[in-house]
């Protein structure tokens, strides 16, 4: 692990944001970031689903909404009953967005600040300005469709169909680039990675 001194102010921290698409390899960016650099990772991904429990801000929101039907016996709510309820009609599925995103990105924010690291990563893959506006800096891992398409076929079993289909609901390129302050081309070895996060973060974070 690098070695970080005299990196903030007291009390001072720096939270990166992380974002690109399905298959990209974020998970290799945040991993360096956390074994190499000491960064405390955040993924909203999972926040959204841990505010999707029972009993928790999400939950609540989603079930007052589209009612119980989409609940199972436990309580627990049934994500292939939702996605057919949401997804069968637009205006659901965007008012589900409004009402659960801004409670991920308080809590995620929330967890970034009450962490006792300076370092933060906050991984996404839904770039917007509110998320850009929170973090110091915003990078976007870019990998081309084709190495993404081979990858997660290799990775998840995905076949083509439905891995075009996750690509093609998700942002476009033009949206990833937006938002963030610096590119990380992922297309390359683990190596070629890790100069250029450690090039990016020379300027932000003092090593010796």
């Keep these: 692990m690098e070695n970080i001194r005299n990196a903030f102010p007291a009390g001072g921290k720096f939270i990166l944001g992380i974002t690109g698409g399905v298959g990209s390899g974020k998970s290799r960016v945040l991993e360096i ?40 016996e436990d309580g627990t709510i049934n994500r292939p009953a939702m996605a057919q309820v949401i997804f069968g009609c637009p205006d659901k599925r965007i008012q589900v967005d409004r009402l659960t995103h801004p409670l991920v990105w308080n809590t995620a924010f929330g967890e970034a600040l009450a962490c006792p690291e300076p370092l933060v990563v906050i991984e996404a893959a839904i770039p917007s300005k509110e998320f850009r506006d929170n973090c110091g800096e915003m990078w976007y891992v870019y990998t081309s469709r084709e190495n993404r398409m081979e990858r997660l076929r290799e990775s998840r079993g995905y076949t083509q169909e439905k891995t075009e289909s996750i690509m093609d609901s998700q942002a476009p390129e033009a949206g990833f680039r937006e938002f963030s302050d610096a590119v990380i081309d992922n297309n390359g070895s683990v190596e070629d990675t890790r100069k250029q996060i450690r090039r990016l973060l020379k300027n932000k974070i003092r090593m010796q």
């Design 33 to 72: 970031l956390k074994e190499e650099y000491g960064f405390r990772v955040i993924q909203a991904d999972q926040v959204a689903k841990d505010l999707m429990q029972p009993g928790q801000e999400s939950y609540r929101a989603v079930v007052d909404f589209l009612g119980p039907s989409i609940l199972n």
